[in-house]
Each structure stands twice: as C-alpha cells, then as structure tokens.
C-alpha cells in the first residue's frame, strides 16, 4: 500500500515538474483549447442531450424505487 502511495507521489511530482517547465504559455495555449472545445455548438448540444438524458434516467429510477418500495 505504501508503495502505491510512493508511485503517485513520484507520478505527481513529475506531471508538477514538466508542467512548470512547459510554463504560462503552453497552459494558455491548452486553456484556450479547451475553453474553444466546451463552447463548441456540437459541444454544446451533445451536453444538452446527456443532460436530457440524465433527467429522464433519474425519473425512471425514482419512479422504479417507489414501486419497490410500496
């Protein structure tokens, strides 16, 4: 188990190390990216429809429960 806990910290250390040397630029450069991704119009409607989705599995659920229930 402790070794577990060594390997993420070493892991961890790394990803910290050449994150700072890849520096401001390159987490622009990313976070330019990913902000362009997320308001993407395909994006966008992609997370409309899981959201949907999500709802419309929640109400099942619920509604299943209560039938087990009762």
Known sequence: ????YLVIAVIAF????YGA???????????NYLGSFWNDPKVKKAR???KKDV??????A???AHKLGS
């Open 1 to 4: 188990m402790r070794f577990r």
């Open 14 to 17: 790394i990803a910290y190390t």
């Open 21 to 31: 040397k890849a520096g401001k630029g390159r987490y622009k450069e990313i976070s």
């Open 48 to 50: 409309k429809a899981a």
């Open 55 to 60: 709802l419309k599995a929640r109400k099942a």
């Open 62 to 64: 619920v509604k299943k």
